[in-house]
Structures are given as C-alpha cells and as structure tokens.
C-alpha cells in the first residue's frame, strides 16, 4: 500500500520550511519528494499546508500499568501520547507493580500493556535499592539487556519503598556492569543528605506550604548529585543521564562533564521550562513535582541550555495523580508529585519554544525526535523524515492558536498547570508505521485508530 502525503512543508537548517511529499510504502517512509514530483500511489491526502515532523518520542513517562491504573493506564496514556503528536513513549519501570526489574516483570507487563498501546513504546530497566539485597543482582540486569530494555534507570532519592534508591557507592557497581553492556543509565538527581537536612528543617519550624516543600528540595541538592554523577562517569566512563533536570547550576555541571569528553547528559521538562517558584506558591500542589521547578534564573539558564545543546532532549516526566483527591489532601507533603504532560509536550515547546524564537525549528526537531532516537538506539530507524525510516509523523498546524483546557486532554485524570494558556500551533495528526492514529479535522473532531496499533520496540530497533 502507496499513501501520497502532499502540500505540506518539512524542517530543514534552523528555521527553515522546505514545500515537499512523502512517500510511506507500508509501514515506513519510500521517498522525500519535491512538489510536483510525479509518483504511483494508491492514496493520496492532501494535509492543507501542515509542517510535518519527525514523530516525537517521549522518553520518560509513567503509565502506571499494571498496580496504580487509578492514575493512568496504557491506554488512555498512549491515547493522549497521540493526542499530542508523540509517536513513542518510553515507560520508566518504578511505578508499575510488579516494576520492571526482572526480564520476568517486564514480560508481566507487556502481556497486560502491550494490546492498549496506541503508539509504539519502550521500557526503561531499573536497579533499585530492593535489587542490589538479591544474590543474583547482576543476572537480573544482564536479563533486563537482553529483553531489549532501552535504558536502566536508577535514584539517588526516591520516595517509593518497591523502588529504593542506591547510594553512590552502590549507583557504581551498577554502572560498571550496564558500561560492560552498553547500556546509558538514567539518574534521578537529588542528594539524599541534603534532601532530608532541608526537609527536617522546613519541617521543624512547622512549614505546609508549597514553598516550605520547596524548600526541602533546595538546588543544592541537584547541584550535589551532578557532582557525584561526573565524579562516577569519571571512574567508570559510564553513559550516564541525568533526567528531569531543573537546576541551571547542575546543567553547568553535566556541561563541564562534557568538556572534559565525559558521556553525561540531561533532559528537562516542559514544566521547569515555563514555570517559576512563585508559579509554585501560586497554584501549589497542582505544580508540585520532584525536583521542583526553581527561579527564574533556572528557567532562563534551562531554555539558554536547550537552544545550545546543553540538553540532550525534553521529555514530559508525565505523572498524573488521582484527581483531585491525591492533589488535594490537606498538607503539600503528603499531596501527589507529578504533572500529566506527554499531549502537552510538543505543543508547548513549539509555541512557547520556535514560535517566540527561543528555539529554531531544526533544534526542536532534534530535541523532541532525533536525540531520544539516538539515545534509546533506534536512531538508524525513527527520529528522522529519511527514506527507509518508520514513517511517524507529528503534523502540526502551526498557525492555529487555541488555549489549553484540561477537560479536553485525553488522559486518565485530567488536571494541568497550563490550564487556560494560550498556545501557538496544533496537532491535526499523528502516523505510527504509516497508518493515522489520530486526526483532528478542520472543525476540531477528533478520530482515533480503531484498533490500539503500537508496538513494543526493542533497543537496537527491532519490534
């Protein structure tokens, strides 16, 4: 089957828009035509003129399936996933009973995901704490590989007692096994000690407000942990990554790593993109998230960081709560941390990135496709709108303005700081292997694949 894709524009060199056709043969992408390019094909669409991305790949969302499906569940995720012009997720293994830390839990959980799944998908690995007490540790990583997870993810501070964080002391054994593998190992970034020091304190002098939360997790606790990272990928030549990073001191950090020709890295998030501390104050545990978002100097020196190179990538860290009960429990301590973000993704970095000249075009491409891509190492198959690639396709009117309403989004518990913000550009379809798995028609109704398309993606490329 031949589907002629016409009258749309792709992204070249920094902002530019080149007028072209796709050509998708099956499942992937036959040809880059010019306009007017004669071509046989059984299909032809017209798409009115949109910008054709490289599909977007998520690459740290938490679906919640199975064990915590009252906060999201894999299908209604992927579904907003599509929603938003995201064509693979990456789902991290901490909040998932039983969590994918044994090739045996991840089969577990592809038995009961894999038929909801609206886009394609991997999972992260994880080594927790309750790990590294089993003798056979290390057989377990060395399963987790070969079942084809894309990365293995590790805390320096968690929160969840069936997925304990490591000490540095432990975070390097692990990566001298996953160096030995070739697998990079994400970090969540906080130093435990000055964490609990900052939270006794807050604590102690009887502090319950969004600031007091913020203040038990100062910058100086990302700050230390980058430290402690560059010092571990030093000694190992781990490929190390930082996610969700909110400190621009950290980010200067994992710069000087990579310097010096240390494989660390960082992603951060829309939500420290556009949000301060004092939106914090302002809409308290409807923002609260771990890390959180900082000052105003942070959100400057993250965005500087993006148009840079700096960060590797954007993910949403989507993280939705029972809502509104777990948001709204009567103490920001014990309210849920985490935000709902994998729909949001896309749309708020071209609008609040290309659209008001923060970012080009080209470096959205490549923070939002080709650099997960990589990566996850399915670089030589999604990520880039190039003969013989998958063809995943984000399609974005990017004249259209519309403002964000969190009734209209598509995942399970429908809450969002972006709640009435006006937004520049909008998806009006998403493809996964050469078939639409979403289409919002001129009018504004939306249509869904029938069937639940996605497919579990190995590292290395195979599905």
Known sequence: MKTLLHNLVISGKGNERRPAQLLVEGEQIGAVLKPGEVVSADTRLDLRGALVLPGVIDGHVHFDDPGFTQREDFATGTRAAAAGGVTMVVDMPCTSLPPVTSAENLQTKLEIIAPKAH???MLWGGVSGNVLENADWKDQVEGLVD?????????LLSGMDTFRDVTPEQA?????LTTRRGLPVGVHAEDRQVVEAARSAARARG????????????????????????????KTGARIHIVHIASWEALDIVTEARSEGLPLSAETCPHYLLFTDADLKRLGALLKTAPVVKSQRDREGLWRGLETGEILYVASDHAAGVWPEEKNTGSIWTD????????????TLFSEGVAKGRITLERLVEITSRAPADFFGVGRRKGRIEKGYDAD????????????RAEELHNKNRYTPLEDMALKGRIQETWVRGRRVFVRDEVGRETFAERAPGRFIRRGGSS
């Open 147 to 155: 079942a084809g997870v894309a990365a293995i993810k590790i805390y």
């Open 207 to 234: 502090g319950d407000s969004p600031l007091d939360y913020a203040s038990a997790r100062p910058a100086e606790a990302e700050i230390s942990a980058a430290r402690t990272l560059r010092t571990l990928c030093r």
């Open 393 to 404: 396709f984000s399609v974005i009117n990017e004249h259209s303005t519309w403002t964000v």
């Open 172 to 176: 390097q054994i692990v990566l001298e």
């Open 119 to 121: 886009v394609d998908f």
């Open 336 to 347: 849920y941390g985490g935000v709902p973000g994998v729909e949001l993704l896309l749309p």
